[in-house]
């Protein structure tokens, strides 16, 4: 098994994507609830420690493009405020701004790294993952019988 539990699945997307902190942050909420959706989707109970291969590309899928879609809101409100700014009397680094003993800094490079990678992704990334997920979770029902005619 590759990604067996809802952790390991986190973990991956968490090291796939480069991600925001308050996205990042909730990412294994975000898989566990598309594990719930696959299972009921599904009606077959899946143990989030132990969720069989043939749901384990759907979730990872379905968590993508939620998370996906929760950065591009993220970094929609950081582009339409003008940024964010932290206030501080941390070290110093060349994102700081120090006026005695107040100091402005950025988020620091995580998150403007988060902004470059988000801007270089389509926004029909979440939709494409979702739609590739809801694809393999339709077929995952699907039977195929071949019989062999006589004539």
Do not use: C
Request: proline letters at 2%; hydrophobic letters at 40%; glycine letters at 6%.
């Amino acid at each position: 098994m590759v990604f067996d539990t809802v952790n390991e699945i986190a973990t991956h997307i968490a090291t796939k994507y480069v991600l925001p902190v308050g996205v990042s942050g909730a990412l294994v909420d975000t898989v566990s609830l598309q594990r719930i959706k696959v299972q009921n989707f599904t009606n077959v109970s899946i143990d989030p420690s132990g969720i069989q291969e043939k749901y384990q590309d759907i979730i990872v899928d379905f968590a993508s493009a939620d998370v996906i879609e929760d950065a591009f809101v993220w970094a929609s409100t950081v582009a339409t405020s003008g940024g964010t700014v932290f206030l501080d009397n941390g070290t110093t680094s060349r994102d700081k701004l120090q006026l005695g003993d107040l100091t402005v800094t950025t988020e620091g490079k995580s998150q403007i790294n988060a902004l470059r990678y988000l801007t270089g992704l389509s926004k029909d990334t979440p939709t494409k993952l979702r739609e590739m997920a809801q694809s393999s979770l339709d077929n995952l029902s699907a039977e195929m019988s071949y019989f062999k005619s006589n004539g």
